[in-house]
Nanobody, 123 residues
Framework: QLRLVESGGGLVQAGGSLRLSCAVS????????FGWFRQAPGKEREGVSC????????IYADSVKGRFTISRDRAQNTVYLQMSSLKPEDTAVYYC????????????????WGQGTQVTVSS
């Protein structure tokens, strides 16, 4: 069974950087597209970024475009989200998700989810 485990969250000052990791087990990375989502208190879950199963297509939310980069490492069976120039409004629980239904930032496409990792950005 596919398992996703996020790590790398923590506390960082505004303007700083964090790299989130999503360790994948139970199935080959290449068969799935992966997405990063986030949810802040009182807010709806927001699609942040996704990468296609072949790694040849990426999508970013306008709110993070130019600051975040998604990537995948097949050798390490890991998906990453490099976050730079962090802002307090980036504070949220970040979730990694996988889908074999298609690519996009729509939550309904994703049928496997990790537990989430907390990112807190201070002013």
């Amino acid at each position: 069974q596919l398992r996703l485990v996020e790590s790398g969250g923590g506390l960082v000052q505004a303007g700083g950087s964090l790299r989130l990791s999503c360790a994948v087990s139970g199935f080959a990375l290449e068969y799935f597209a992966f997405g990063w989502f986030r949810q802040a208190p009182g807010k709806e879950r927001e699609g942040v970024s996704c990468i296609s199963s072949k790694g040849d297509n990426t999508i970013y939310a306008d709110s993070v475009k130019g600051r975040f980069t998604i990537s995948r490492d097949r050798a390490q069976n890991t998906v990453y989200l490099q976050m730079s120039s962090l802002k307090p409004e980036d504070t949220a629980v970040y979730y990694c998700a996988a889908t074999d239904l298609g690519d996009g930032l729509q939550s309904y496409l994703y049928n496997r989810w990790g537990q989430g990792t907390q990112v807190t950005v201070s002013s």
